[in-house]
T-cell receptor
């Protein structure tokens, strides 16, 4: 079946603009995660969804970052008033559920460049 | 929170050689995964292994949870094995993974 998909693949934006990144998890997966990968910080957890609720938002770096998930499927990560330090690869992952710890499957990522 | 350390940071091998990558974690875990990041940036699952031993072809992994480490073995390495290998660990109830800094492997023909 299809894996995790993300769009856009690449995004170039100007400092101060808002961006929206989209994630489509594997069909039937109830748990969804956002991570980001940057040269200076490595791979960092951002937020976890179980269904449409987000019980763990501990990794969101500032209040400019928000995420939502609708219908227990698609998720959108929004960055408001982008800054150059937001430049990174944003990765989405999904797993079957969080009843117990399970394998997370990653999408190809969105490469964000803030000029 | 959990800290994850990987060693070595860089590794250069001749094709056909064997290697062992190590991952140490600072606390008990309920999730431990190994990934290979290919040149296009895709993270590919290798193993989900919070404890025990698994094998998949030329790759195998062992996690000794009581001693807080995991090992990834690559046998008869091929040039296509090149890339970055990440270990990621999690605990608690959210499935949040903490990643190590990775081991960059280069396999020369």
């Amino acid at each position: 079946g299809a894996g995790v998909s993300q769009s856009p693949s690449n995004k170039v934006t100007e400092k101060g603009k808002d961006v929206e990144l989209r994630c489509d998890p594997i069909s039937g997966h109830t748990a969804l995660y956002w991570y980001r990968q940057s040269l200076g910080q490595g791979l960092e957890f951002l937020i976890y969804f179980q269904g449409n609720s987000a019980p763990d938002k501990s990794g969101l770096p500032s209040d400019r970052f928000s995420a939502e998930r609708t219908g227990g499927s698609v998720s959108t990560l929004t960055i408001q008033r982008t800054q150059q330090e937001d430049s990174a690869v944003y990765l989405c992952a999904s797993s079957v559920s969080r009843v117990r710890s399970e394998t997370q499957y990653f999408g190809p990522g969105t490469r964000l460049l803030v000029l | 929170g959990i800290q994850v350390e990987q060693s070595p940071p860089d590794l250069i091998l001749q094709e056909g050689a064997n290697s062992t990558l190590r991952c140490n974690f600072s606390d008990s875990v309920n999730n431990l995964q190994w990934f290979h990041q290919n040149p296009w940036g895709q993270l590919i699952n290798l193993f989900y292994i919070p404890s025990g031993t698994k094998q998949n072809g030329r790759l195998s992994a062992t996690t000794v949870a009581t001693e807080r480490y995991s090992l990834l073995y690559i046998s008869s390495s091929q040039t296509t094995d090149s890339g970055v290998y990440f270990c990621a660990a999690g605990s608690g109830n959210t499935g949040k993974l903490i990643f190590g800094q990775g081991t960059t492997l280069q396999v020369k023909p």
